[in-house]
């Protein structure tokens, strides 16, 4: 796996929408009118802009989902981070659960934000997947990708499965 310059971005930064200047790594672009929190999930909406081998922009049309999610702060000690985890639920227009193929994955409605802000290479927990991938065991998969919230740049995160 090529890992870009992007990726030495972890902590939050100033970026908004106007000022970023694209990534080789999938957007994923998360608008909500609530505060996001542990239980109960707020309602949000969703695109994620993934163009394989050029350049992502937040303005870009969206390749991978544009939609209703519910959305909540995942983990534990984690939540007092600065760069928090969620997980996330893609849902219909009625707020069933919606199965769908995001960034290479097979259909689900269960997936994780997963901030790694302890991980200052923010490598460990995707080379140990990598690792198991290799000797056939089962690992969640995984997309590395740049989140905003709001407009607001929150860094890079792996994107991924729900263990289920």
Known sequence: MVL???IALNAQTNFSYETFEGSPLPLVLIITSETIVDEPRVIAAMKIIS???GVNHPDDEPTDYDGRISIE???GSSQSFPKR???????DSLGNNNNVSLLGMPEENDWVLYG???DKTMMRN???YGLGDQIDRYTVRRRYCELFINENYRGVYLFMESVK
Do not use: K
Not at 85 to 91: D, I, K, R
């Open 116 to 118: 790694p802000y302890s």
């Open 4 to 6: 870009h310059a992007t």
């Open 126 to 128: 995707a080379i140990m």
């Open 85 to 91: 985890s969620f997980s996330l639920e893609t849902q």
């Open 51 to 53: 163009q394989e081998g």
């Open 73 to 75: 702060i995942r983990g």
